[in-house]
Structures are given as C-alpha cells and as structure tokens.
C-alpha cells in the first residue's frame, strides 16, 4: 500500500456539509488541499484582517498543518504546496526550531516556519483535524526584514503573527501539559485541616 493510500485512511468517507465533503475528496486525492480566503470575503471570519491559505491533509502524513497570512491565493498556494512537498523529506521540528530562512522557487525571498498558536481561521483543518500542529509561514518585508526584528515596515495587518517566532526563548521553561481532564480535589485537604482545627 502507498504512503498516501495508507495516510488517507483516516479520514472519514462522507460529511453532510458539501463543502467539507469537497475538501475530503481532494485529500483523497492529492494528499492535501490548500484553502484560500481573500480580502473581500475575510470580513465574514471574525479576526482576520487580511487575506490568508492554509492547508488541510498534511496532518495525514505526519506533518502540521501551514497557515500563511497576507498574500494572494495565486502565491500563496505554490508556496504551501512547496512547503508541504519539502516537509515529506525534511524535519520540520529542526526547521522550527533554527528558524532557519527557507528558500523556495515559487517565491523570492526566504520564508520562515514558526508554531501557530492562535488558528481560529483555518475553519476546514479545525473541523477535520483539531488536534494537530499548525505551522505559519512568516515572509520578510523589503528589506528582508521579519515581524519580529527591529526596523520591520510592515503593519500587523499585512501579516499577523499568530504563533511564536523564537522557540529559543521558551526552552528553558518547564514543559507544561494542557488537559480537560480533573485533577485531585485541592479544596478537600483545607476543609479537612478545617474542620480539624488546624
């Protein structure tokens, strides 16, 4: 079996929505499938100011999910379609992490990969794949210049930021673990020396 034919098993065969059935169907077929979003019709999402891709499918192959913000679908589609193909053969982790510039040949300038945290927007891949790793795709201004260096001259509404750019600065942090799962009963121990009269 190919790797596609056995990524794909995931997902589910029919959805009543024909949109969210569409998105399946081009997942079965290509692997993934890039959404577009422009200016005009972003009004209708709360929070987004600009035009913005992501994709939905990349998490059937082990790979997060790319989000870019502030360019027209007609870049940003070869750009995440790049993307997604040269995540297949190299880690995206070391990528992240070294926030190394990544050339590509569907845009002249060095793109970025950071997490994702706030993905609110991406509504097909939220729908299909909740849990999985979003990555943004950040592009420098014109002078090569990120969102997070000194001297950057684009506004935040060109391209927001929704994740961290340098992961550097969390490392030395102890790991935290977010769960929907309760914990021990921290009230019990107080009532008790309470009513013991401690």
């Known amino acids: 079996m190919s790797d596609h034919a056995a990524a794909i098993r995931g997902l589910p065969r029919w959805h009543p929505n024909p949109v969210i059935r569409s ?17 005009g019709a972003s009004d209708a999402i709360p929070g987004a100011d600009c035009a913005y891709s992501y994709t939905a499918g990349l998490s059937l192959h082990s790979i997060p999910e790319l989000a870019i913000y502030g360019l027209d679908a007609t870049t940003a589609r070869p750009v995440l379609d790049e993307l997604g ?3 297949h053969r190299e880690d995206w982790r070391e990528l992240v992490a070294t926030g190394v510039g990544i050339r590509l040949g569907s845009i002249d300038v060095p793109v970025r990969l950071i ?20 990555l943004q795709v950040v592009w420098p201004d014109d002078f090569g210049r990120y969102p997070w260096d000194a001297d950057y001259v684009l506004l935040p509404m060109h391209q927001p930021v929704k994740g961290f750019p340098d ?25 008790g020396r ?5």
């Open 23 to 39: 998105t399946i169907d081009t997942i079965r077929r290509n692997g993934w499938q890039v959404t577009s979003v422009d200016e």
């Open 85 to 87: 193909d040269l995540l």
């Open 115 to 134: 997490e994702q945290v706030d993905k609110d927007e991406l509504v097909l891949t939220n729908l299909l794949f909740p849990d999985y790793p979003t």
């Open 167 to 191: 992961l550097a600065t969390h490392a030395g942090r102890p790991a935290h673990v977010i769960t929907t799962e309760s914990g021990p009963d921290r009230c019990r121990p107080r009532r």
């Open 194 to 198: 309470r009513a013991a009269g401690h």
